[in-house]
């Protein structure tokens, strides 16, 4: 990512980070090693796939087959590779920036309104 970009911190756990670039009006996630950028309805998207994805099953089934889950981004040809320990952080790291863009559409929205009246 080029420093001529405005990154805003909006969210970060102990597994990533993500961002909010103001000039391409992008959410960038900075996961483990990975780092991708996509628009906030991609962003949306991933996030309704990564939510999806039955926790309990990984949990209490025994078979190879769930000790993984393989999630694909939207318009990129990158995969999550996630075990379940990554799973959980990914949520809560995809949660709390959606957290974090509802507050601050709200506190922009309050604010304008409030100005503009």
Known sequence: MSNTH???ELFANA???TYQCDTTNRIIIQFGEARVSLRISDFL???KRV?????HTMIF???DAY????????????LF????CDLIALR???????????LNTLLNERLYNTLVY
């Open 67 to 78: 000790d993984v889950e393989v999630i694909d981004m939207p318009r990129t040809d990158y």
């Open 61 to 63: 089934n025994t078979d």
């Open 51 to 55: 939510d999806s994805v039955d926790i």
């Open 45 to 47: 998207t991933f996030k």
């Open 81 to 84: 590779v996630l075990n379940l």
């Open 15 to 17: 597994k990533g980070t």
């Open 92 to 102: 809560d790291l995809l949660a709390g920036t959606r957290f974090a863009l509802d």
């Open 6 to 8: 405005s990154l805003t």
